[in-house]
């Protein structure tokens, strides 16, 4: 089972949160979605240097708020924060014209970040660096900056052979079945001469604290602030 899940959906609402958080009508939902694809694929090009793992989109009527998760800041917010009112345009025509807010996030610890990881070794596999090498370097960084375990799979037609072949490497403990524990996961393909090569990174941080549930009454009065909001 933990093998053939995705580890953040595997935990939703128990340790992990939702990076879309709106509720739409049945005619909505599927517009929505396909626009949440095109943001986040058109922020993913875009910022390529600024090392983004991860987008949260959240919907209110006309509103859209964006958080953009990056460990390089000052590429996304540009001189004067010229480039996140490119930005915004530029997502304001994708959705229709819609008001858009851009957060910016730093993500304090790359090392510790799946997503992060998994784009790193793609990048060196790229340059023709060894995949045995890379994967060597990103278990010994992560582990020394304070991870509990970490594995990583390599999959594809590896130092250019003719037969493609999956290559694993581990340092620590991931207990992939264990549904509090704090597993963030990453994927990325590498682009080489002899095809695409698949990266998956698992990062066990720890136990995690379960998502605080939202009493009944509080859920209630939540609906009922939000009906007279929109009345």
Not at 29 to 47: G, N, P, Q, S, T
Not at 168 to 178: F, I, Y
Request: hydrophobic share 40%; aromatic share 6%.
């Amino acid at each position: 089972m933990g093998q053939k899940v995705n580890p953040i959906g595997f935990r939703i609402a128990i340790t992990r949160d939702w990076r879309s958080k709106w509720y739409a009508s049945k005619a909505d939902c599927a517009r929505f979605i396909l626009e949440d694809y095109r943001v986040r694929e058109f922020l993913k090009k875009k910022l390529a240097s600024a090392a983004v793992p991860k987008i949260l989109i959240e919907r209110a009527s006309s509103r859209i708020r964006i958080t953009i998760f990056t460990a390089r800041p000052g590429i996304v917010i540009g001189r004067k924060g010229t480039e996140i009112d490119k930005l915004k345009e530029e997502i304001s025509r994708i959705t229709g014209n819609k008001e858009i807010y851009v957060d910016i996030s730093e993500v304090k610890t790359p090392e510790l970040d799946a997503q992060l990881v998994a784009e790193n070794i793609g990048l060196q596999i790229e340059r023709r660096i060894s995949f045995r090498r890379a994967m060597k370097k990103s278990i010994q960084t992560t582990m020394d900056f304070g991870a509990e375990g970490i594995k990583i799979r390599c999959a594809g037609r590896l130092g250019g052979a003719e037969i493609a072949r999956t290559e694993p490497a581990r340092a620590g403990k991931v207990p992939l079945h264990t549904l509090r524990a704090n597993i963030d996961y990453g994927f990325a393909e590498a682009m080489t001469q002899a095809g695409k090569i698949g990266i998956k990174v698992w990062i066990y941080k720890g136990e995690a604290a379960r998502l605080a549930p939202q009493p009944l009454k509080q859920k209630r009065d939540a609906q009922n602030e939000q009906a007279t909001a929109t009345v």
